[in-house]
């Protein structure tokens, strides 16, 4: 299975023409999933976490050939990943033109329609929380909480210091605690 | 005992009350029996210091796998505390949080997964479809130059020609007028020489045409096309195929 092999075999293989997209179909289906679930939890719903997980791909074939091997390739798509997550999340709300921290935010009627949804368990109402955060905390929340990112790598991901992401998970926790604890 | 009588003296001597209270009785004790194994445990002892350098039977033989089961638990280990510590440091955050967990609530449709990267290829290849790049090189607008100015005068002269008249209804009077001067002087080549680029691309925008493809247009018939599945498969196909018909660039 191709999937298994490693990254830097996997970038080996991109670079030749003839196991392009043999190496590109192991690289999908290696991190598919994790960033699947890292970009749902950012958009809400399954059908744009779709889009944008195929536009990030779409990312990835194009700039694959430019991928500085000098940090990780897992890194650098969870890099892509959020990016476009923050991007999609930007251009639904200048179109909605509603805030996010209103009740009726199309993110809040996303999570709300989920046909899984049930707003008496805690583990739905902690997503309302954290549908509430400004959408970089969010991913500063979700990568930490979700994904049990260290600082170090979650740094490299979103290019921003130890520090300022501890600062950052530590105000969401408070914020999240106050809306729990609140409703 | 004459010689313990003695050393009592002699402390009584030196301090009547503390030679009154020392005890000629032993307080400490041994658990019954000690002196009597003793021996036996001392030997025992001596004889497992003398099989230092020595292993038990086999143990070398299982030594690597015992190793790296060490070394896969302390990797397990390691990935269970940095787990721990996510949910350690929600603790001392937020024990109602923490409380929570982090399950995922949300789900996706059954096999979703399993067609999910075939679907993100056939987008991602749907995406490199080749770019033609349409600039146009004077060799191109020579060839149009050809294409629209035949055709025009052609179609001028005969119609003149086949209805014997002097001038051709509907037809522009200063190409009708050309048409005249080429077919006296002819002079056809010359003329086709001396339109410029802008003169043809204004000619054909005017006429409801778009240059670029009747540049393709021109040049290209149905037969001749590569299969599509090929562009699907290399996108260098249509590049290669224009630079064939000279229309690349």
């Known amino acids: 299975m191709a999937e298994n092999l490693d990254d830097n075999e996997l970038l080996l293989q991109f670079k030749n023409e003839a196991t392009r997209e043999r190496a590109y179909t192991a690289i999908i289906k290696k991190y598919q999933e994790r960033l699947y679930w890292h970009v749902r939890r950012m958009v809400v719903g399954h059908e744009d976490a779709n889009d944008v997980l195929q536009n990030m791909f779409i990312k990835v074939w194009k700039n694959l050939d430019k991928f500085r091997e000098d940090s990780q390739l897992y890194t650098w798509m969870y890099r892509i990943a959020t990016n476009e997550s923050l991007t999609f999340l930007e251009k639904a709300k200048k179109r909605q033109s509603i805030s996010i921290d209103d009740d009726e935010s199309p993110i809040m009627n996303k999570l709300e329609s989920d046909t899984e949804y049930d707003g008496n368990k805690v583990e739905w109402k902690l997503q309302q929380a954290i549908q509430r955060l400004p959408d970089k905390q969010k991913a500063v929340f979700n990568l930490r909480y979700f994904e049990e990112m260290p600082y170090e790598e979650m740094s490299r991901v979103l290019e921003t210091s130890e520090g300022a992401l501890k600062a950052s998970y530590h105000h969401a926790v408070k914020k999240i605690e106050d809306f729990i604890l609140n409703n | 005992m004459k010689k313990r009588e003695q050393i009592l003296n002699e402390l009584e001597e030196l301090d009547s009350r503390l030679g009154k209270l020392v005890s000629a009785d032993n307080v400490f004790t041994v658990p019954e029996g000690y002196f009597d194994e003793f021996p036996v445990k001392m030997l025992g002892k001596i004889s497992s210091n003398d099989a230092v350098g020595s292993v038990p039977q086999g143990y070398f033989e299982g030594l690597s796998v015992n190793i790296m089961a060490r070394i896969r638990q302390e990797e397990q280990n390691v990935t269970e505390v940095a787990m721990d510590n996510v ?20 789900t996706v449709q059954e096999g979703y997964f399993q067609t999910l990267s075939e679907e993100i290829l056939a987008a991602t290849i749907k995406t490199q479809a080749p770019v033609v790049s349409m600039r146009r090189s004077p060799a191109i607008l020579r060839y149009l130059a050809a294409a629209a100015f035949t055709g025009l005068v052609g179609f001028s002269l005969f119609t003149m020609f086949t209805n014997n008249q002097a001038e051709v209804k509907g037809m522009d009077p200063s190409v009708m007028a050309q048409a005249k001067t080429i077919v006296a002087n002819d002079s056809f080549d010359e003329t086709l020489a001396s339109l410029s680029a802008s003169d043809i691309e204004s000619y054909l925008t005017a006429n409801g045409h778009n240059p670029d493809v009747a540049v393709v247009a021109s040049a290209i018939n149905d037969e001749s096309l590569p299969d599509p599945v090929d562009y699907l498969i290399n996108e260098n196909t249509l590049n290669e195929f224009l630079t064939d018909k000279n229309l690349a660039n």
């Open chain 2, 87 to 106: 949910i350690a440091e929600m603790e001392s955050l937020s024990p109602s949080i923490a409380a929570i967990g982090n399950r995922n609530p949300f």
